[in-house]
């Protein structure tokens, strides 16, 4: 006779000889619940520790996030507005006049460009720069009434070493200065320590001026290009 696969009576009496079992020794009958038993179609397990990783991650690290989130849009608002500040200049019919009369007053006049009108622009641009600039440092330092002061000497040098009526000269004479005051500056401590081996270690802050003397060094290459290259690094005028 074809077996039917039917339950016999062995089956049925295990059953009943576990459910006894659990009523004579009172164990905890564990019943899963319908969210238990729903299988999720992806096979990767649910681990949440990565969540608390990130968590974590972000809550020691959330000063130097926000640092560096105001530093990286610092540098791409300062892209843009150069761009910008090149177009105006090159392809406009305005930024065009503003360079003939920076390059040659008389031939400008003779040309039927309006000086009044170009000073006026050149102001408007220049306070709008200014802003932006004010507006950028703000977020990285802080707002205080009088850290202009702190910013004439370095801006007026970085105009003078690139080339006065030259953006590009100003643009360079920035870098130069901005990077001369770090590296003269800054304390190579830590950067010779993981160049050299522990032994040689230095225990000074190897550094050759201190912070207080940063001001010194803008002035210097100041004096430096008035005395050997009045005109700048792209000769601009000279005065």
């Given at each position: 006779m074809e077996d039917l696969n039917l339950p016999t009576s062995k089956t049925r009496y295990d059953k009943f000889a576990a459910v006894s079992l659990i009523s004579k020794e009172k164990l905890p009958l564990i019943i899963p619940t319908p969210k238990q038993l729903t299988v999720?179609?992806?096979?990767?397990p649910t681990d949440p520790h990565w969540q608390i990783y990130l968590s974590s991650f972000f809550s020691a690290h959330q000063q130097d996030l926000e640092q560096l989130l105001k530093q990286t849009l610092t540098v791409i608002a300062a892209v843009i507005v150069v761009a910008l500040l090149f177009w105006f200049l090159e392809r406009t019919r305005t930024g065009k006049s503003m360079r003939a009369y920076a390059d040659n007053e008389d031939l400008a006049l003779l040309s039927g460009i309006n000086p009044e009108r170009v000073v006026m622009v050149?102001?408007?641009?220049?306070?709008?720069?200014?802003?932006?600039?004010g507006t950028l440092y703000g977020l990285d330092k802080v707002f205080k009434p009088f850290t202009y002061l702190l910013l004439l000497l370095p801006i007026f040098s970085s105009a003078i070493v690139g080339g006065l009526g030259n953006p590009v000269g100003a643009i360079a004479g920035g870098f130069v200065i901005a990077f001369s005051e770090v590296t003269i500056t800054y304390a190579w401590k830590k950067v010779v320590t993981y160049l050299v081996p522990s032994d040689w270690a230095p225990s000074s802050l190897v550094q050759l001026l201190s912070t207080d003397y940063k001001f010194a060094v803008s002035f210097s290459i100041l004096i430096i290009v008035?005395?050997?290259r009045p005109t700048g690094l792209f000769k601009g005028k000279a005065y």
């Open positions: 999720s179609t992806d096979d990767r050149t102001w408007m641009i220049v306070a709008a720069l200014a802003t932006i600039a008035l005395l050997f």
